[in-house]
């Protein structure tokens, strides 16, 4: 974890960079207990047409049995990247409905290059730049 002083947001790699093959992989939690918001940012390179890459929040009071997030609180809670150009696509957790959360991907079709970064700090909302 790095701790950004002039923001006072903590990052950390959720999910390290590399090839996903088809089939689902989850990321790192972030404990809630440190700091209230947090966010998830994708980052995948150039992919081929006919794959598919989705990332959904979860959460968790104890770091083991996992639920989705519906949406319901305000939260971002689904993202899908399907135009094959590769980019970068933000979920924000303003309000978290656990003491833990992390990002679940799920690739469909073919292999895709990407990576998870986790954000937990006291603002409310990352921009995506």
Not at 42 to 51: H, M, N, R, Y
Not at 77 to 87: H, P, R, V
């Given at each position: 974890?790095?701790?950004?002083?002039?923001?006072?947001?903590?990052?950390?790699?959720?999910?390290?960079?590399?090839?996903v093959?088809?089939?689902?992989?989850?990321?790192?939690?972030?404990?809630?207990?440190?700091?209230?918001?947090?966010?998830?940012?994708?980052?995948?390179?150039?992919?081929?047409?006919?794959?598919?890459?989705?990332?959904?929040?979860?959460?968790?009071?104890?770091?083991?049995?996992?639920?989705?997030?519906?949406?319901?609180?305000g939260?971002?809670?689904?993202?899908?990247?399907?135009?094959?150009?590769?980019?970068?696509?933000?979920?924000?957790?303003?309000?978290?409905?656990?003491?833990?959360?992390?990002?679940?991907?799920?690739?469909?079709?073919?292999?895709?290059?990407?990576?998870?970064?986790?954000?937990?700090?006291?603002?409310?909302?990352?921009?995506?730049?």
């Amino acid at each position: 974890m790095k701790i950004d002083y002039a923001t006072n947001f903590t990052t950390a790699q959720g999910l390290a960079p590399v090839s996903v093959s088809a089939g689902t992989d989850a990321g790192a939690s972030q404990d809630h207990s440190a700091a209230h918001s947090g966010a998830f940012i994708l980052e995948t390179g150039a992919f081929s047409s006919g794959a598919r890459i989705t990332m959904k929040v979860q959460y968790s009071d104890d770091d083991t049995t996992w639920s989705d997030d519906d949406g319901s609180s305000g939260n971002d809670y689904t993202t899908t990247l399907t135009d094959g150009t590769g980019g970068v696509s933000v979920l924000n957790v303003p309000n978290p409905l656990g003491r833990y959360t992390r990002a679940y991907i799920t690739v469909a079709t073919d292999a895709v290059v990407c990576g998870v970064t986790n954000v937990l700090g006291p603002l409310r909302h990352v921009a995506a730049e």
